[in-house]
């Protein structure tokens, strides 16, 4: 068996829950399906049919003849793990007795991760990058989106541009760049429109503290609401196709925004204004 175990800390408050949609519990199937996704993300050149493939040999199908997954996760708890009530909704409002809030776990408290796979399995070291990757992009739980529930490998210190591109290339094959302040996709690598794959990164100055970044995030989402920045209307909605996540840098919370290609069902009017720039203006500009 290969075997690697990455510890991690927990940078902001964490709604992940078991199975009462409630109490707080670390789930590797959650897990392995961010990384899921965000392996989707970085392979927005393969055309489906491809992706489904290489997907399914990674992560397991229903196909029987693809079956399981190929590699299995388990997550090794730290007995220092604690537990708070946050308010999922960040704004600069004051509390009150009516201020609805969640179970979560608390942020600079560990827990380790145990990736195994069996020797014959190729595609182990991408496997690795994939979870790296997950974790400086994403998060975990409820509110990943608007930075929650964001997590850190303990034994990565870099976490600037040049890094994610490289690890971001490791995964699929050089198809992004760095250019100036953000990442993009390279310019010779087409991108299929139907899901939502990865377009361009940024990352900001950042905060001495999580909550104050928390409030600039949420803050931002409410003022610039829109189709763009996602939607649940009835049956017709879309997660937000801007991925806000927080990464620690020594005392430093920074917030890394990924740009995802906004995968609509149904088209926005053109009346209805799109406001995707503002709310990550309004981000970078709060952490200045």
């Known amino acids: 068996m290969k075997a690697i175990s990455f510890e991690c800390e927990i940078i902001t408050p964490m709604f992940m829950a078991g199975a009462d949609g409630k109490t707080p519990e670390l789930r590797p199937p959650s897990i392995k399906g961010m ?23 990674l992560f397991g199908a229903s196909d029987e003849k693809i079956g399981r997954s190929k590699f299995a996760l388990k997550i090794i708890c730290s007995s220092n793990l604690k537990i708070d009530s946050y308010k999922p ?26 990736l195994t796979a069996n020797s014959s399995f190729k595609e182990y070291e991408t496997i690795c990058n994939v979870l790296k990757v997950s974790l400086l992009l994403g998060g975990l739980g409820k509110r990943s989106r608007r930075g929650f529930g964001s997590v850190r490998i303990v034994t990565i210190n870099d976490s600037g541009l040049e890094f994610i591109c490289d690890s971001l290339n490791a995964v699929a094959h050089n198809g992004f760049e760095v250019d100036g302040n953000k990442i993009k996709r390279s310019a010779s690598v087409q991108s299929n429109s139907e899901y939502p794959y990865i377009k361009e990164i940024k990352i900001g100055d950042g905060c001495k503290d999580y909550e104050k970044l928390l409030k600039i995030i949420g803050e931002s989402s409410h003022k610039n609401d829109c189709k763009y920045t996602g939607f649940a209307l009835g049956q017709d909605r879309l997660a937000s196709p801007i991925y806000v996540s927080v990464i ?35 981000i970078l500009a709060g952490c200045k």
Do not use: C
């Not at 899921?36 to 997907?55: I, Q, S, T, V, Y």
């Not at 009150?96 to 776990?105: E, G, I, R, Y």
């Not at 925004?257 to 709310?279: C, G, M, V, W």
């Open 35 to 57: 990384m899921r996704f965000w392996w989707r993300a970085m392979n927005g050149h393969l055309p489906l049919d491809e992706l489904w493939k290489k997907e399914g040999e």
């Open 89 to 114: 909704v960040t704004t600069n409002k004051p509390v009150t007795t009516k201020t609805f809030k969640a179970q979560a776990f608390v942020p600079e408290r560990q827990f380790a991760l145990l």
């Open 248 to 282: 620690k840098d020594g005392n430093n919370y920074k917030p890394i925004i990924t740009r995802l290609n906004p995968a609509f069902k149904h088209q926005p009017k053109n009346y209805e204004p799109d406001n995707s720039d503002a709310f990550i203006f309004d």
